[in-house]
């Protein structure tokens, strides 16, 4: 099936065409972004309206060109997918309506996705990876174990209970006046860092449930940064390096918990972890979770950075796998601004 996908949530307006064959195999034909960093970067984050009226100006342009890059018009193709929610409701709206608009006057099925499924599933678009699998999702709006069972079958294993962890980032970027977004920019000056030099705190590490919790770290790092005002540039590198090595250092230590509890919950399935969001870009990161998966006998897997970030492949393919399953949505499906994976109605209908 040849499927387009929308994705407005937040602060990318981004379109793809994706093909999907029987059996099962992905190829995205076209997967167009454009990121609206310029307008918010005055702000030092994202302005929900000014997010939305960017997706009204653009997303017509750029669906246009995702069909064109991937030599496919638009009658050609065989169900709309849109992000539903969660995220900025305007911008959902805009491109949940313009999905619908697509859908009648077309005559095509609309797939009204989960931005969270679509992050889930992404791993399957690039890998060949079955169910079940455990996903982390560090993004700029959330940190989060899922057990991800099936299409529309996901169990949340833990969550953050204040910031997300690419917040955390652009938090302690901000203060150090590195810029927006923070974390390519933390890490960058991290690499000329001593991770050594300051013990900032593992928050929540000693407990056995799987969640998050970055807003005190961000606390610590804010009253050091003061404590040694005026910074050095040799002291924001430390910092930086510090910082990044603590949510290193939690990051990996709860994903070996989240992967001892899969092994003991689903002991005959093989052990994978695939990361998503843009926290994934992160080296430290990474090569932390690596350690981990080697330990344990796990594969870790991380797909291309520009699948992890917010994108319209990965829309248009858990569009493709829901439609493959034959669940289509509604007309009258309303976008939502939030949308918790686990919800009963993520389950695709048994025919
Ligand atoms: P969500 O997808 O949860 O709605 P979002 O759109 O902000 O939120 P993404 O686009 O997936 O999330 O990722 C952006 C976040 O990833 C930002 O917070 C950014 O700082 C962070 N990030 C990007 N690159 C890196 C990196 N190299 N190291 C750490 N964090 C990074
Ligand atoms: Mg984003
Ligand atoms: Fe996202």
Redesign the pocket.
């Known amino acids: 099936a040849i499927i387009l996908g929308i994705e407005t949530?937040?602060?990318?307006t981004a379109a793809a065409i994706v093909v999907r064959d029987q059996s099962g195999n992905a190829t995205i034909r076209s997967n167009v972004v454009r990121s609206q960093l310029d307008e918010h970067a005055a702000f030092g984050g994202v302005v929900p309206e000014l997010a939305a009226r960017a997706h009204v100006t653009w997303l017509d342009h750029i669906i246009a060109q995702a069909c064109r890059e991937a030599g496919v018009a638009l009658d050609e193709v065989d169900a709309i997918a849109a992000t539903a929610g969660p995220?900025l409701i305007g911008g959902v709206l805009v491109g949940l309506t313009t999905a619908k608009a697509l859908a009648a006057a077309l005559d095509k099925p609309l797939i009204a996705v989960n931005?969270l499924e679509a992050?889930a599933l992404t791993a399957r678009l690039t890998h060949q990876i079955d169910f079940p699998y455990l996903m982390l999702l560090v993004?700029?709006?959330?940190s989060q174990f899922v057990l991800v069972r099936g299409v529309g079958d996901y169990e949340r294993w833990g969550t953050t209970i204040d910031d997300?962890l690419?917040?955390a980032?652009?938090k302690v970027a901000k203060l150090l006046s590195l810029g927006h977004?923070?974390?390519?920019a933390?890490?960058a000056i991290a690499k000329s860092g001593d991770p050594r030099r300051f013990k900032f705190p593992r928050p929540l590490l000693r407990e056995a449930r799987l969640d998050f919790s970055f807003s005190g770290l961000k606390t610590a790092v804010r009253l050091q940064a003061e404590a040694l005002a005026p910074l050095s540039n040799q002291d924001v590198a430390d910092i930086a390096a510090s910082f990044q090595a603590a949510v290193a250092e939690v990051v990996s230590v709860r994903a070996g918990q989240a992967l001892d509890r899969f092994r003991a919950e689903l002991p005959a399935e093989a052990l994978n972890l695939v990361v998503a969001?843009?926290?994934a870009?992160?080296r430290a990161i990474a090569a932390a979770l690596g350690k981990v998966c080697d330990e344990r006998g796990a594969t870790l897997t991380v797909p291309p950075i520009a699948l992890?970030?917010?994108n319209g492949a990965m829309v248009a393919w858990a569009g493709a796998e829901r439609f493959a399953l034959g669940a289509i949505d509604g007309l009258t499906f309303a976008a939502r601004p939030r949308w918790p994976l686990d919800l009963p109605d993520m389950k695709v209908p048994m025919p």
Do not use: Y
């Open positions: 949530s937040c602060d990318e995220g931005h992050h993004s700029g709006g959330h997300a690419g917040e980032f652009d977004p923070g974390g390519p933390v890490e969001g843009g926290v870009a992160n992890c970030t917010d």
